[in-house]
């Protein structure tokens, strides 16, 4: 079993930025797929920015060119760098890690809430 533990949300002006973290522990694993995902009041969750295995990257069109993921697979840790920071950003952040194995097991992180406001 895998266990992601998130860091790094919190409240911040517009303009602003932020760093998340998410880290996996727990038995032996291996990652293929990281993603980063929130949800704000009363909307589904979204897809934020992914990435595989090979660091190919995908961004939701909303924070393309703002919002960079990066993942250092040796410390099996997935990151999520904010900047230009807007209201509209302000949302639980959730990470995500699909196991490359044929399972294909996702876990999820506990979540953390990202305000942006003045």
């Known amino acids: 079993q895998v266990q992601l533990v998130e860091s790094g949300g919190g409240l911040v002006q517009p303009g602003g930025s932020l760093r998340l973290s998410c880290a996996a522990s727990g038995s032996s694993f291996s990652i293929d797929v990281w993603g980063w995902y929130r949800q704000a009041p009363g909307k589904q969750r979204e897809l934020v920015a992914r990435s595989t295995s090979g660091r190919t990257t995908h961004y939701a069109s909303s924070v393309k060119d703002r919002f960079t993921i990066s993942r250092d697979n040796a410390k099996n840790t997935v990151y999520l760098q904010m900047t230009s920071l807007k209201p509209e950003d302000t949302a639980v952040y959730y990470c995500?890690?699909?196991?490359?194995?044929?399972?294909?097991?996702?876990?999820w992180g506990q979540g953390t809430q990202i305000t942006v406001s003045s």
């Open positions: 995500n890690a699909k196991m490359s194995d044929l399972s294909a097991v996702d876990y």
